[in-house]
Nanobody
Framework: VQLQASGGGLVQAGGSLRLSCVAS????????MGWYRQAPGKQRELVAS?????VSTYADSVKGRFTVSRDNPTVDLHMNNLKPEDTAVYYCNAKIKERQWDRLYDYWGQGTQVTVSS
């Protein structure tokens, strides 16, 4: 199983970006999918996640500005009203069962840079 992320880039404060991530390979089921970010010198943090029942969770810092959506095997992150503090490397994540009797495994995309200029 592989996760391939796309999107990101450089945008001015107040602008918008969309990140997209697609899972490929042999999979029995996908549980939650989501996005994390890591800024220089900081720990990786959850930005948003969405369950297989479409229940979404957001970090307080992005509520009302970011929207996570999924259409298996893809998860998107729509980012509006971006702020300089949103600058980070963004990683997609998926919890996947490759076979019916497996436990869930964490899979990560390669990371994509988002830079917001003031």
């Amino acid at each position: 199983v592989q996760l391939q992320a796309s999107g990101g880039g450089l945008v001015q404060a107040g602008g918008s970006l969309r990140l997209s991530c697609v899972a490929s390979g042999s999979m029995f089921s996908i549980n939650s999918m989501g996005w994390y970010r890591q800024a220089p010198g900081k720990q990786r943090e959850l930005v948003a996640s969405i369950t297989s029942d479409s229940v979404s969770t957001y970090a307080d810092s992005v509520k009302g500005r970011f929207t996570v959506s999924r259409d298996n095997p893809t998860v998107d992150l729509h980012m509006n009203n971006l702020k300089p503090e949103d600058t980070a490397v963004y990683y997609c994540n998926a919890k996947i069962k490759e076979r019916q009797w497996d436990r869930l495994y964490d899979y990560w995309g390669q990371g994509t840079q988002v830079t917001v200029s003031s």
